[in-house]
């Protein structure tokens, strides 16, 4: 399994909309609404804001909306704020459990 | 409070052995199925592995089919990954993870122990 194509940076103001993209095949983002993404500060675990390909779970910010058109899934940053700075990445489910991660996304805060 | 904490990370050498455990707590860990994802320096993260509840559907990625062992302990609440005959490449930060179904499957990670570094190096 290959790695889903993530932009390696995306840069907006605050209170600006972003939108991170991730492209598979039609193997996994394509086949399954089962994209998931994750926020990662340095040196901290990730944590889940979408699952399912749009659902936020509890504690996530409305700000975070996450949707997909055919083999591409995107993560919508709206309300840009200073915490939002992290690495971004996709996951979609690739079949018989198993998981493939993006490449991973550096989000700036200008 | 949940939680997973992962240990037994540490520097050993290429073709030798290891073992990782991930203490569960403050949740039902036998009903829940668990993962462990790596993220070597500075790059992204992997799925490693995946294990349901009863530990009967287990799934590895390619990378470490054959070399690395998934197990749970649900008397223990806790996961463990045995690594061996270990490369450079193995280098990372390994990170167990908890599927957000309760009973099944959701396909999302929603929980993240803190990591435990593994060092393959000479």
């Known amino acids: 399994q290959s790695a889903l194509t993530q932009p390696a940076s995306v840069s907006g103001s605050p209170g600006q909309s972003i939108t991170i993209s991730c492209t598979g095949t039609?193997?996994?983002?394509?086949?399954?609404?089962?994209v998931s993404w994750y926020q990662q500060h340095p040196g901290k675990a990730p944590k889940l804001m979408i699952s399912?390909?749009?659902k936020r779970p509890s504690g996530v910010s409305n700000r975070f909306s996450g949707s997909k058109s055919g083999n591409t899934a995107s993560l919508t940053i709206s309300g840009l704020q200073s915490e939002d700075e992290a690495d971004y990445y996709c996951?979609?489910?690739?079949?018989?459990?198993?998981?493939?991660f993006g490449t991973g996304t550096k989000v700036t805060v200008l | 409070e949940v939680e997973l904490v992962e240990s037994g990370g540490g520097l050993v050498q290429p073709g030798g052995s290891l073992r990782l455990s991930c203490a569960a707590s403050?949740?039902?860990?036998?009903?829940?199925?668990m993962n462990w994802v790596r993220q070597a320096p500075g790059k992204g993260l992997e799925w490693v592995s995946y294990?349901?509840?009863?530990?009967?559907?287990?799934y590895y990625a390619d990378s470490v089919k054959g070399r690395f062992t998934i197990s749970r302990d649900n008397a223990k609440n806790s996961l463990y990954l045995q690594m061996n005959s270990l490369r450079a490449e193995d280098t990372a930060v390994y990170y167990c993870?908890?599927?957000?179904?309760?009973?099944?499957?959701?396909?999302?990670?929603?929980?993240w122990g803190q990591g435990t570094m593994v060092t393959v190096s000479s």
């Open positions: 993870a908890r599927d957000q179904g309760y009973g099944y499957q959701a396909y999302a990670f929603d929980i």
């Open positions: 403050g949740f039902t860990f036998s009903s829940y199925t």
């Open positions: 294990i349901s509840t009863s530990s009967s559907t287990i």
């Open positions: 039609s193997s996994d983002v394509g086949y399954y609404n089962l």
């Open positions: 399912e390909g749009s």
């Open positions: 996951c979609s489910y690739a079949g018989s459990s198993t998981f493939v």
